[in-house]
């Protein structure tokens, strides 16, 4: 068994007061399987409303923090074995597998790292879920698959994983710059019967115990995440779903045009994170 180090100066995060930054230790660093550091802070890209960007692995148990720093102990490793093996399975009427058209996986090398973004020959904003189901039904004749069923997540997270440590980098203008001001929209709506928005937890409170859950920055880096509270794999949009419940609002559909808007305007407030995912989440 490798030996996984990690290096947080005492105290970790503290929340100093509501709507103040929870800060990190200086040297605050996740290192996967004692050999890849992944950096868990970086700084506000321009206009950022936050002060200083941190991972969602920051503000975790150092119980759960570990489970995210060996792939052997990090339960969302399962499903991505399980998108392996599918990875090379032929399925549909023309009895491809993804394989058959792109190789090995590593050849979306730093796709996930930039997702969403626009697809020009759909016109249209596109998420990963989007591109596979999209090969699923076009290039291999198959059944599309559920939105955050687990195939479709352990798949986005083979891919995501493709992307282990590369930078952010989500485009909020050209074509998409609508869709981004949509989401951002969304993000500062109060809504529900709580009359609570997106901004309430993850901007102004984040750092804060609410409950037995500290809140965090709400980035979306890390996912597909694995939550120890539904022992699976969860989509961004399956995690917006269930935020939009714990306030008492009816939530979007997954795969609409108002979450494709979200996932944007989240993914863009990240633009500094490296990809992490699958991550281990509460």
Not at 180 to 192: A, S
Request: with cysteine.
């Amino acid at each position: 068994m490798k030996t996984i180090t990690k290096s947080i100066i005492t105290g970790g995060i503290l929340a100093l007061s509501l709507g103040f930054a929870a800060h990190a230790g200086e040297d605050a660093t996740l290192t996967v399987n004692g050999e890849i550091t992944l950096p868990v802070r970086a700084a506000a890209p321009a206009g950022s409303p936050l002060p200083e960007l941190f991972s969602g692995w920051v503000f975790r148990s150092t119980e759960t923090q570990a489970m995210q720093m060996d792939d052997f102990d990090n339960p969302g490793m399962i499903f991505v074995d399980q998108a392996w093996e599918a990875w090379s399975t032929p399925e549909g009427s023309a009895g491809k597998s993804c394989a058959d058209c792109h190789g090995e996986p590593e050849s979306f090398a730093g796709l996930r790292a930039t997702m969403p973004k626009w697809n020009d020959e759909a016109g249209k904003l596109y998420t990963l879920e989007d591109y596979i189901n999209e090969s699923r039904v076009k290039h291999m004749g198959a059944e599309p698959w559920k939105w955050s069923g687990g195939q479709m997540t352990g798949m986005t997270a083979l891919i995501s994983l493709q992307s282990r440590g590369d930078v952010v980098n989500v485009k909020t203008d050209g074509p998409v710059a609508d869709m981004y001001e949509k989401g951002k929209e969304i993000y500062y709506t109060r809504v529900g019967q709580l009359d609570m928005a997106c901004s309430n937890c993850h901007e102004d409170n984040y750092g804060v115990m609410i409950r037995a859950d500290h809140l965090s920055q709400g980035q979306i880096n890390g996912f597909p995440a694995y939550r120890l509270k539904n022992a699976k794999l969860n989509s961004v949009h399956g995690r917006f779903k269930g935020c939009m419940k714990n306030i008492r609002a009816t939530p979007f559909k997954e795969g609409s045009d108002e979450f494709r808007a979200l996932e944007l305007y989240v993914a863009s407030r990240g633009n500094g994170l490296v990809i992490e995912g699958p991550s281990v989440r509460n």
